[in-house]
């Protein structure tokens, strides 16, 4: 019978031997570490990676599949519930570094089953949320710093690269800002911005990489 520790790394402060680490620390005797990294478990469902496929063909009866927590055999909760329950119904021990919590289908007695099974429920619901969670968040992120990034760079320039060039050419020759407006298509009160300063209309170009 052996000890296989599952690690599924996606982000640089979860590396395999920082996993194997806290589990060894637990108590957890491992035999042998199948790590599948820089992979989504959102995503990629746990039969659908390279080393998670490799649990399905090593692990038999009798054997104990450790993971660190739920979350690393997956962030979908159809998934995860589906994968326990399969290694359960082929004897194979799931057991958690975190709270250290063991799954199994020794029990037959039927609370123990549904106490069981709503577990691992809560535990696969609690992971998917924890991830769409943390989606939103960085997408509310992304948002935030685009809103800073547009406020510092001021409002979009109505003109282009040519308009200006061509405005600023016919200020020098003199041209009325009414003729200005009328050959270049902008506003009146464009071409007066920029014949007041056009050290700032070429600024807010220059800002909005235009």
């Given at each position: ?103 199994d289908g020794a029990t037959t007695d ?7 099974d709503a577990l691992i429920g809560f ?38 690269r040519a308009q200006l060039d061509a ?44």
């Open positions: 019978m052996k000890t296989i520790l599952y690690v599924r790394v996606s982000t640089t402060d979860q590396t395999s031997a920082h996993q194997r680490k806290q589990a060894e620390g637990a108590g957890f005797k491992v035999d042998d570490v199948l790590a599948d990294d820089g992979v989504s478990g959102v995503t990629t469902l746990l039969a659908e990676r390279s080393q998670g496929k490799r649990l399905f063909d090593m692990l038999r009866r009798g054997d104990t599949l450790v993971v660190r927590w739920v979350d690393r055999l997956g962030r979908n909760y159809a998934d995860v519930t589906e994968t326990i329950r399969e290694f359960m119904r082929r004897g194979v021990i799931v057991r958690t570094v975190i709270n250290n919590m063991t799954f039927p609370v123990q089953m549904a106490v069981r535990m696969a619901a609690t992971a998917q949320a924890q991830a769409e969670a943390t989606k939103e968040a960085q997408k509310a992120g992304i948002a935030h710093a685009k809103d800073r990034e547009e406020a510092y760079r001021g409002r979009k320039p109505s003109y282009s405005v600023r050419a016919q200020l020098a020759q003199g041209a009325s800002v009414s003729a200005i407006a009328r050959d270049t298509g902008l506003s009146r009160q464009t071409v007066y911005r920029i014949q007041e300063d056009p050290a700032e209309a070429e600024a807010a170009l220059a800002r909005w990489a235009a």
